[in-house]
């Protein structure tokens, strides 16, 4: 009678256990060679399938030696040395020979075990290459940057679901030259695909082959806009409310513009009144001398040798007064020493401006003799308060009453007071703000809001209004929808997801090289 040691079992049932993804071979040995483990093993006897005709054969023509590498084990490398049968194909006229193939553990023309490549795909689909190597390299898993790439630009890209609400935005590749559209998903705010251009299309084409899609986010493109129409008719076009917003702050900030002859003696500023505003009120005049005669627009641009937009903003000023502004004054190191200036001026209004400018010198102040006089000489000195441009004032009217300082709420009620449009003009702003929250019954009281809007003497908000009768359905569905664009612009712009970043590392897959933002000209507290 046989006796059979049990170490020798246990040995077995160790070795069975560890190589258990090399089960479908047969482990002949395994061997310890220091910085090395090798283990020995061959193909089960059997038949094997031909892989042209699919014919079985056990006829044995001859054996191969392949050497493949598998996960390691103790922090060593593993490297399988498998005898692989050449069979013969009992098919007359098929090929005479063929090697034997071992799915799931050896495939054809590879040099990892099936089960090793999972992991080094694993690791270079989240560090690529030179990350990915070094990782690879601690883990007893060496190999190459290249070979990482190589690995990682053979994963199958995920087919994945086709959303049912999407966002569509362009983003620059390079400004002003190249840009291409970012697709995400809506409601999870993945990004789902890069398309290369942002023409009609190119977007039309891929809705096309997404015909699951129910809702579109996207900004005022027009090209989108005819895109979806094309592709998908019945789809829902939901407009995004920042850019809704933003216009607004636009036309609002015209409008301040425009009315600066009204709200400035509030606080006594001056109207500027030098060769500019001369010019200004020239063209004014010749721009709706020619309206007068019946010329059209373009002609009149033709005519005055100006741009069409230039012509437009002067015909849309009633009274030429509506073009004279309020002096850009920018902060001045004299505005620290206001207080100081006017109280000398009025105990003594003869005062030199070389004594106003050594007593404040003695006070800190660091600037020069020149920018004192053209302190003085702008009026800044003797005015109630320092002038605040039309940029703050639209500023003001923009922001939410209860975010304002109790000073500033108190002459923001005087300077929209100063005129009937003004005070329209808050109060169109103030209504426009509460649909930025979407309710059911939005979309009724914005036709009111334009309605109130058209009553009333601000073309610029009637250019506004105009642009949102032009895209009406998108509106209402951006007041009424909780979707928006904003995680599509979330995504251009956040600094280490945006679809145009690509690292300038040579291992890297990525080929887009730039990235877009989109910097408001008014910052509003509403949002």
């Not at 094997?48 to 490398?77: E, I």
């Not at 664009?485 to 300038?504: L, M, Q, W």
Request: charged share 25%.
């Amino acid at each position: 009678m046989r006796v059979v040691d049990p170490g020798v079992k246990d040995v077995d049932g160790l070795v069975r256990t560890v190589f258990s993804g090399l089960s479908p071979l047969v482990i002949e040995d395994v061997v310890d060679e220091g910085e090395w483990i090798v283990v020995r093993a061959r193909t089960p006897w059997g038949t094997a399938v031909c892989p042209v005709c699919g014919a079985s054969s056990g006829r044995v023509h001859g054996f191969h030696l392949r050497t493949v590498a598998d996960v390691p084990v103790d922090g060593r490398r593993v490297v399988v040395r498998v005898r692989v049968r050449r069979l013969v194909c009992p098919t007359r006229g098929c090929r005479q020979t063929f090697r034997e193939q071992m799915p799931g553990v050896l495939e054809r023309y590879q040099r990892r075990t099936a089960r090793l490549s999972r992991q080094v795909k694993a690791v270079v689909k989240e560090l690529a290459g030179r990350a990915g190597a070094r990782v690879l390299a601690v883990l007893a898993m060496g190999l190459s940057r290249h070979t990482a790439l190589r690995v990682l630009l053979r994963i199958p890209l995920p087919t994945g679901r086709t959303p049912r609400v999407i966002g569509v935005d362009d983003f620059a590749l390079r400004r002003r030259h190249r840009y291409a559209t970012v697709v995400i998903d809506a409601e999870t705010h993945e990004r789902i695909d890069v398309l290369p251009d942002r023409t009609v299309d190119t977007l039309e084409a891929w809705l096309r082959a997404h015909p699951g899609v129910q809702v579109v986010c996207r900004d005022g493109s027009a090209t989108y806009a005819e895109a979806i129409r094309r592709a998908l008719p019945d789809a829902v076009q939901v407009a995004d409310r920042w850019h809704l917003w933003h216009n607004l702050c636009e036309a609002a900030l015209s409008e301040v513009k425009a009315h600066s002859t009204c709200w400035a003696p509030v606080l006594d500023a001056p109207i500027y009144d030098g060769p500019r505003a001369q010019t200004t009120l020239e063209r004014w005049h010749q721009v709706h001398r020619l309206l007068d005669q019946g010329v059209g627009l373009l002609e009149c641009a033709r005519r005055l040798q100006l741009a069409l937009n230039t012509v437009k903003r002067y015909a849309r000023a009633d009274r030429p007064e509506r073009m004279l502004r309020v002096p850009k004054y920018r902060a001045s190191l004299v505005d620290p020493y206001r207080e100081h200036l006017r109280k000398r001026r009025a105990e003594d209004p003869g005062v030199g401006v070389k004594h106003l400018f050594d007593e404040i010198k003695a006070l800190g102040f660091t600037g020069c003799l020149n920018l004192l006089h053209k302190y003085i000489n702008q009026g800044r000195a003797d005015a109630d308060r320092s002038h605040i441009s039309p940029r703050r004032l639209a500023r003001m009217i923009l922001t939410r009453p209860d975010n304002l300082k109790p000073e500033h709420r108190g002459l923001l009620e005087r300077l929209t007071a100063a005129c009937p449009e003004m005070t329209h003009l808050a109060t169109a702003v103030e209504g426009f703000a509460q649909f930025l929250t979407p309710q059911p019954g939005n979309a009724d009281r914005l036709s009111h809001w334009i309605n109130e809007v058209r009553a009333v003497d601000l073309p610029h908000l009637h250019a506004y209004a105009r642009g949102l009768e032009r895209d009406r359905d998108a509106v209402n569905a951006a007041l009424t929808l909780p979707y928006s664009n904003g995680p599509t612009e979330g995504v251009n712009t956040r600094p280490n997801g945006s679809p145009a970043k690509c690292t300038d590392e040579r291992d890297s897959p990525c080929s887009a090289t730039a990235s877009s933002s989109d910097n408001s000209t008014l910052r509003h507290h509403r949002m």
